[in-house]
């Protein structure tokens, strides 16, 4: 995708402080993972298509006995070019010497400016440098291009290795769910069920939780972002799950609802089945050159139906749907791109219209209703009630396939899971 006379540059993703002198568990870039797979911070990947299969280089610490004892051990430039192929390899404490060079020439810099602060600043400094001897002959870039934009292209259409990797963050977050379903009883805490989960995710091999666990019981499940996790599970209240893992960095995006005790209400039934027939209908709308808002739109008219079918809301479905009344229910989208990212990368839009489905893209099918227990524009049956389905989806060269259906979502089913010995 390059041109000629080019250059592509992508820092590695910081070490972020999580107070004072310690740090989050290390998250690599995802563009940087991405095109290098090289795992280490203080890294800088550069691809140069100089050569007919282009050159690929990186900078990286080097191998340090003192500060491996502590840290744990680097790959170091010898590593990066046995382990990570690459061409050539240097110290990062070389860039300053060796980069300049590489930049000065190139007619285009392919790079993610506002992404790192800091590497910015340094970037330009390096490119101030070129210009300030332009009278001496040196030649400074001309243009700078956001990579992003080509590598989140490439990043919405995975390959048969990226699916397999995504199948098995799936597996892992499934297991999971189905877990937290056999164990969850009235008298438990949010956070006893969350450890239930993501004790799941560590044992089977997950890197990690792909995102903050919700686990919201009763009204909490009203709450769409809800991290608390600190409430008491109560008998007769539903329990709203969303979970997922993070796989050899892949994600998954499971959201489930049940009832806490086993035993769905009749008010609880209701609303779940909407939401279910809402997931069932939008999936099976899923194919490649169908647009992305088809799910979204077939989502909508069912659960504004199903609201009406009870007397939530009154009127006509198409007058309800064109003002916006489901929004007080059903306030976000069907779903979003899935992949390295939880809420991975790639535009929705082309010229601001709806882009089509293409095979290998993966989306999550997330439809729901949400009653606020304050809503008293409703029945009183009806308020607190948060239910919530969410599954991963492939679209294949034929339709679609579900990645995370051995989670179950039948009502039946979930009962049949959750039976008390």
């Keep these: 995708m390059m041109e000629p006379r080019s250059i592509a540059i992508v820092a590695s993703g910081p070490k972020r402080v999580r107070s004072k002198d310690t740090f989050y568990a290390y998250k690599q870039d995802t563009t940087f993972s991405y095109l290098s797979g090289f795992p280490e911070p203080q890294s800088v990947l550069v691809l140069i298509p100089d050569r007919k299969q282009g050159q690929f280089i990186l900078f990286c610490q ?3 006995r003192s500060r491996e004892i502590w840290d744990g051990s680097l790959h170091g430039p010898e590593g ?21 060079g590489m930049l000065e020439g190139r007619d285009r810099v392919y790079y993610g400016i506002g992404k790192d602060t800091e590497f910015d600043n340094r970037l330009m400094g390096w490119v101030n440098d070129i210009r300030a001897r332009r ?7 001309g243009e700078f291009i956001d990579i992003d934009h080509f590598v989140n292209e490439m990043r919405l259409i995975k390959t048969s290795i990226e699916l397999k990797l995504m199948k098995n963050a799936s597996s892992i977050s499934a297991s999971a769910h189905r877990r937290a379903m056999r164990v969850a009883r009235p008298g438990m805490y949010e956070y006893q069920l969350q450890a239930e989960i993501e004790h799941e995710f560590l044992y089977q091999g997950a890197t990690s939780p792909a995102y903050t666990t919700i686990v919201g019981g009763g009204k909490n499940a009203c709450v769409l972002h809800y991290i608390k996790n600190q409430d008491l599970l109560l008998d007769g209240d539903l329990v709203l799950v969303d979970a997922g893992c993070e796989y050899r960095n892949y994600c998954a995006d499971i959201t489930r609802t049940f009832p ?11 609303i779940y089945d909407i939401v279910l027939e809402a997931q069932t209908e939008a999936i099976k709308s899923l194919a490649p050159g169908k647009p992305y808002n088809t799910a979204n739109d077939v989502t909508i008219k069912t659960i504004t139906q199903g609201l009406v079918d ?12 064109e003002i916006g009344s489901y929004r007080d229910f059903y306030m976000h989208q069907s ?25 290998g893209m993966v989306v999550t099918v997330e439809p729901g209703i949400y009653i606020s227990p304050d809503n008293l524009s409703v029945a009183e049956k009806w308020r607190g009630i948060g239910v919530r389905i969410e599954d991963n989806v492939v679209l294949t060269r034929n339709g679609c396939e579900c990645l995370t259906d051995s989670v179950p979502k039948r009502r039946v089913e979930i009962e049949k899971l959750m039976i008390r010995s």
Aim: with cysteine; hydrophobic share 35%.
């Design 260 to 270: 806490v005790n086993g035993r769905f209400t009749e008010s609880q039934a209701s």
């Design 80 to 100: 990066a070019c046995h382990y990570f192929e690459a061409d050539d390899a240097f110290p990062i404490t070389d860039i300053d010497d060796i980069l300049p």
């Design 310 to 321: 009870l007397g939530i809301l009154s009127g006509d479905v198409s007058d309800l749907i």
């Design 62 to 64: 080097e191998k340090d």
């Design 335 to 359: 779903g979003h791109w899935l992949g390295m990212d939880v809420h991975d990368v790639g535009d929705y839009r082309l010229d601001q219209i709806w882009r089509d489905y293409e095979a």
């Design 135 to 141: 009278r001496k002959g040196a030649m400074p870039p």
